[in-house]
Every structure is written in structure tokens, then in C-alpha cells.
């Protein structure tokens, strides 16, 4: 019910209308427009030099905007030669090197932003924030007297403290070794889910984003690849460059042989036949090239003497390499003219035959 309450009070609180930056020759962002419903995680996700950086900085503040509307709230923010300035935006940010001043303690660190309080209100909130983010009894230290993780908590506690609008990160966790940034995933799962802030939060790790975004924005050479719902992504990408950061590690050459209804196509991949999902089938012509997305969680080994079920894709190679990964084996399967990845918990020799099976639905063809 609740739930149901806090749905129906959504309300767009940032909007970026057709934003671009041009920096000379180069074009940082191109044309990007993007609508964030108040409460709602939003992960901006691509490859370096893709632009993430250059839209944190135009909502920011810390850059103008060549074209394009930035509103927050319904309020105009920035647009081609007018800019808030950023200490008047509703908005702050935590930055990837955590910027935290190093002469300054944890209390007046994160307290900074606070001076409308009086010195009581100011305590008990810094406070709260830093029992919030675990950091009880750290009141007084210096940055150089905290590890990584708990320098980036302060960086988080400051852009709390002022309970600004929006919330920007900027690959916040990068500085941090693998176990940490684990650790710190679940932590700001927890903390988005309780605070319901809106929140702009960009990387480059497709795990990360997914970890705690309600949607997801990729962007490639400044453009926009793909918005939408993070599973929805993930289970439908826009393009081949979208499925391979979605995790779809195999690339196959396969041909359009027939369609067979309801998006589904029957394709030849070498000598072999399949059925699969068709993403853009508006040109589909049989003889068509696709290439034909697959992840290596949705391949299962099978023994070629199994019972063949009508909506499992059967195929059938030889082990070209096997390689160990810690916890299982990958293995590139030789299906002639294309190769396959898949996951083994055991070794296999190269040059043994193996089959496979998936379902038709976990294959995506793009032509
Ligand atoms: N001040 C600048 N002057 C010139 N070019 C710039 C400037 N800032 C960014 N660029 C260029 O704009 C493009 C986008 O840069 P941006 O920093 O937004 O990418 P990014 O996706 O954040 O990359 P990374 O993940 O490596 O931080 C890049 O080609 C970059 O070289």
C-alpha cells in the first residue's frame, strides 16, 4: 500500500531536454535527453570518453551547456547562455577521488554545508548522518586517518547533509578495491532504498549500475544508445554494442533462414538450424547475415543422446580452448564458422566434441 501511495506521488524532478557540449571538434554529448521521476536511481552507463562525465558536469553546474534544457523540479537550471550557478543548484555531488578536505575533520567535513543550523541542530545532525553511513566514532579524524571506503562515506554523508534534490555520483567506487566495492554496492542499495533520493549515479560497471538503478541510460560517442528500465535492457538490448556490455559474451554468424511467427525467426548457424528472437525484423530477408547474441549463463551442456525438447536450441562443436577462470572453466566451442563461449565446471580437452542447449527466447539476433 505504501508502495502503491509513493507511485502515484512520482513526479519528474529532473529533466534534461536535447543537451549537447561540444568541446572544439569533439562532441562530448550529443542531443541527450533524459526525464528522472523524484525518488527514482538512474545509472548512466558506457565506456570512458562516452560523455558520463560531461552530463554529471552540466547538471552540476561545473560546465554550460552549448544547446539543451536542464530543469530540476519544473525549474529552469541551465540552457544556452544562462547557467545557475552551482552553489544555487539543488544538487550535490560525490566525486570519484571523494574530494574531501584534508586539513578538515570527519565532524566539519561533513557539517560544511550546514550553516543555517544552529550548533546543536548542526551536531545531531552530523550525527545522524554519520551513524547512517557507519561512521560512529569517527568524528574526529582527518581524511588521511580513514581508509578508501570510509573517505567515500564521508564524501556521501556531506552530499546528504544539506538533503539537496538531487544526488549526483560520479563512479563513486572506482578507487576501490573488488572486495570493498562489493561491500559498498550493497551498502548504497540500502541507503537509495531508504532515503528515496533522486539520484544521477554514473560508471562504467554494468553490475554496479544495476546493483541499485530503477533505470539505466548507455551512452556511446556521446550519444544516446538506449534508455530504460534496467531489466528491460538487459533482457531486450537496443543494439550488439548494448548486448555485449549487457553481458552477452558470445557473438555467433548466423543466417536468416524463414520467420515463424511471434518474432521468432529460424536461423543456420554453419550447417545447424535454430530458432531465435529477431530484435529489429523491419528489413528481415531469409539469407539475411545476423549476428546472433547469446550469454554464457544461459547455455547448459547436454549430451547429444538427450531428449530434445521443441523450444530448447540445440548445437553441437568442437573445444577449441578451455581456459581456467577460479571457479569454472571457459571453453570457446568451434561451431565452424563461429565460435561459442560457455561456462564448464569441468575441463574439457580441445578438440572433444560438446553439445549445448538454450532456450529460444535467451538468443538475440541483430541484423
Ligand atoms: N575539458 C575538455 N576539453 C576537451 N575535451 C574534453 C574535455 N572534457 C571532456 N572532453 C572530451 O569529451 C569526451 C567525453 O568525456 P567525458 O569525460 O565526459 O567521458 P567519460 O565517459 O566520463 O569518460 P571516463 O569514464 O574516462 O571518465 C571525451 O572524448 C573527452 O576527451
Redesign the pocket.
Known sequence: MLQKNWQALRCTMLDVSHLSRH??D?V?LDDISLHLDTGRVLAVL?P???????LLKLVSGLEDPDSGEIRINGRLIAKRGFSLPPEKRPINMVFQDYALWPHMKVRNIVGYGLTSLSRSERKRRVDELLSLLHLDGYADRLPAELSGGQQQRVAIARALATDPEVLLFDEPLSNLDVQLRMEMRHELADLFERLRKTVLYVT?DPLEACAFADELLVLRH?KLEQVGPVRSLFADPASPWVAGLAGYDSRLTAHLHSAIGNGLWRLTVGNQTLVCRLAECAQAVPGAPVSLMLHSSSIKLCSKDEEQHPDVNYLSGTVRQCIFEGHQWRIRLDLGETLLSLVSNQRHERGSGLSVSFTQHSALAFH
Not at 570512458?48 to 560531461?54: H, R
Open positions: 568541446y572544439g569533439s562530448a558506457g570512458s570518453g562516452c560523455g558520463k562525465s560531461t562504467h556521446g
